[in-house]
Nanobody, 117 residues
Framework: QVQMVESGGGLVQAGGSLRLSCAAS????????MGWYRQAPGKQRELVASITTTGSTNYADSAKGRFSISRDNAKNTVYLQMSSLKPEDTAVYYC???????????WGQGTQVTVSS
């Protein structure tokens, strides 16, 4: 079955960095546009970054210049390198295909990122 397993979150001070990983299975990873989303307490889940099958990337304004999304199709894994972290980046981070994210389907458990000031 379809599965997304996110990891790499944690507690970090403002200005610090984290690298998130998402291992995907149960579908043909290499043909899917992948995205990293996040949901802060009391807020809706939002798309932070996306990457196409050929490696083109797109970022939310809040992530531009600080976050970098990448993928390894051989490992069915998508990454999110986050730097210059801010307290407002605190959220649970999820990966998903863009299509399923739009349908609100196949979410994993996410990984918690907490940025202290």
């Amino acid at each position: 079955q379809v599965q997304m397993v996110e990891s790499g979150g944690g507690l970090v001070q403002a200005g610090g960095s984290l690298r998130l990983s998402c291992a995907a299975s149960g579908f043909i990873f290499g043909v899917k546009i992948m995205g990293w989303y996040r949901q802060a307490p009391g807020k809706q889940r939002e798309l932070v970054a996306s990457i196409t099958t050929t490696g083109s990337t797109n970022y939310a304004d809040s992530a531009k210049g600080r976050f970098s999304i990448s993928r390894d199709n051989a490992k069915n894994t998508v990454y999110l390198q986050m730097s210059s972290l801010k307290p407002e980046d605190t959220a649970v981070y999820y990966c998903n295909t863009i299509a399923w994210g739009t349908l609100n389907a196949y979410w994993g458990q996410g990984t918690q990122v907490t940025v202290s000031s």
